[in-house]
């Protein structure tokens, strides 16, 4: 068996990269899993049995054909596989364990241990970065061998808005640095982080053994997705849960017309985030800029989401653990001197568990709340938040009926990524980031929307299904489809 050596372009940079914290991602088949063992495989022939590797994935079953490939790679260096302990062992002594994080609290038995690398496969599948995080106090080496966190990972899945937030936005190749400061003697140090983009072109190995590779990528699902695998666009989410979310939601701020009626919607957190919007509902056609600077028409009885307050410690998902009364001296301080109309807040807040609730606290701080809607998806024919969500985002002909000003960013950032949860796919997956979006559905179920039909459809006098020639259901469900499409 031949070893490893990485491929000429961004796999060389990665087994090369000095930075701390360097996340490898975008297209499928880069070459990102080969570069992630190749890796270790360097980094245990420089530092022998200082070398402690540690390889995560969020499922175990995904582990599988990472540990058949990691076969090869290492036994190609002369590892030995230990099935029992799922490790591999090096001639050096240097040691490396796969590992999966099915729940976050996985992350908690790495407590007191010690790597020098972790690596992360698929950093997407992790919907939060808690436990990715929380393994980061375990890469250390008292042998003095240099410590790395190395991730890889391709766009989509339940994780892509945090793991583009935090590597893809600030540019790639860019090394973003944070400063830390000793609690101890003040010194100061950086902690660097990276973005390595992975194209499929820069795996010319695969490209040559398999030229029809690229082709089965584009067969593999609709444009969007083949044009994240492909070229690891990130702007793209495909499944995610409003998949009609586009640039026509979003808008310039403007100032608000007088008159137009304000109100704000509550979803309530401690030590997750809460959020705290503020909307306003269009009177009349109103012409907007849209983010790119072209003219946007928002139609009358669209909502407008002029401002947010997203009780996060900018750490995502983490909440800020205000008690409800400095919460709603924020929310006064915030919208001092305007007129809020009413104000519609989860109903989890008007629980009290002995004491008064948080709601009642509210109240008696100057910020009264009302029940919000809670239903989630439909029964009992009445549509459900997350439809009401998704029919206002589309809008009709007029334009989308809901828009947010492009200040939003927690809004941008969580909202248009929510995924489908996996076990029941009318619903979001509530692992994810979902306040601002739980905060957006009892916003539009306070003002039910209902889509004009177009004049002809409603003026077709309806005959039972039945008595209608099959052409002719043929025709109406076209018709329908082109409606709501
Ligand atoms: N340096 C290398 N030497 C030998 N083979 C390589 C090398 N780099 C990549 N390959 C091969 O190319 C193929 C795709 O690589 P790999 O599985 O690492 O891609 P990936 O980016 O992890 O893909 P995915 O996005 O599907 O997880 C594999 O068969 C892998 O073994
Ligand atoms: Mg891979």
Redesign the pocket.
């Known amino acids: 068996m031949l070893a490893?050596?990485?491929?000429p372009g961004p796999?060389t940079a990665f087994v090369n990269c000095p930075v701390f914290d360097v996340c490898y991602g975008g297209a499928?088949?880069?070459?990102?899993?080969?570069?992630c063992l190749?890796d270790f495989v360097l980094h245990q022939g420089t530092h022998g049995r200082a070398a402690k590797g540690l390889f995560v994935r969020r499922k175990q079953v995904d582990l599988a054909s990472t540990l058949e490939?990691a076969r090869q790679v290492f036994g190609a260096a002369g590892a030995r596989f230990l099935e029992q302990k799922s490790c591999f062992r090096f001639p050096s002594g240097a040691v490396i364990w796969f590992r999966y994080l099915e729940r976050d609290a996985d992350a908690e038995n790495y407590q007191g241990h010690d790597y020098t690398r972790i690596y992360v496969e698929e950093l997407t599948q992790f919907p939060t970065p808690g436990p990715v995080d929380r393994l980061r106090a375990a890469l250390r080496s008292s042998a003095g061998a240099p410590c790395g966190l190395r991730a890889?990972c391709?766009p989509g899945g339940p994780g892509h808005g945090w793991v583009k937030a935090r590597y893809i936005d600030p540019g790639a190749w860019r090394i973003v640095t944070e400063r830390y400061a000793s609690p101890f003697d003040g010194a100061l140090v950086e902690l660097g982080r990276v973005f390595i983009p992975?194209r499929l072109s820069d795996?010319a190995?695969?490209m040559a053994s398999d030229p029809l590779y690229v082709a089965k990528l584009q067969q593999s699902g609709s444009a969007e997705l083949v044009r994240a695998w492909l070229q690891g666009d990130w702007n793209i989410v495909e499944g995610a849960f409003f998949d009609n979310w586009s640039p026509r939601n979003v808008v310039r701020p403007f100032a608000l017309p007088a008159g137009w009626t304000r109100f704000r919607a509550l979803d309530w957190g401690s030590a997750r985030p809460f959020s705290v919007g503020w909307w306003a509902i269009c009177p009349d056609p109103f012409e907007a800029v849209g983010e790119g600077g072209a003219p946007l028409a928002i139609p009358r009885g669209a909502l407008v989401r002029y401002r947010v307050w997203y009780g996060s410690t900018g750490k995502p998902n983490e909440g800020l653990k205000l008690t409800a009364e400095a919460a709603a001296e924020g929310i006064l301080a915030r919208e001092a001197g305007e007129e809020i109309a009413y104000a519609v807040a989860d109903p989890a807040i008007f629980a009290s568990d002995g004491g008064p609730s948080i709601a009642e606290r509210m109240f008696r701080a100057g910020v009264p709340w009302r029940r919000a809607d809670n239903a989630r998806v439909a029964r009992g024919g009445a549509m459900g938040g997350w439809d009401q969500l998704r029919a206002r985002i589309s809008g009709d002909e007029a334009g989308p009926q809901l828009v947010v000003f492009s200040t939003c960013r927690d809004f941008l950032r969580t909202v248009p990524v929510m995924q489908h949860d996996p076990a029941r796919p009318e619903d979001v997956d509530t692992e994810s980031e979902d306040h601002i979006a739980d905060e957006t559905r009892y916003a539009c179920m306070s003002r039910p929307f209902v889509r004009r039909q177009p004049p002809d459809a409603a003026a077709e006098p309806l005959r039972a299904l039945d008595a209608l020639t099959w052409d002719e259901v043929l025709r109406r469900h076209d018709r329908r489809r082109r409606d709501w499409v």
């Open positions: 490893w050596s990485p491929q796999q499928r088949g880069g070459g990102k899993t080969d570069a190749g490939r890889s391709n992975a795996n190995l695969l």
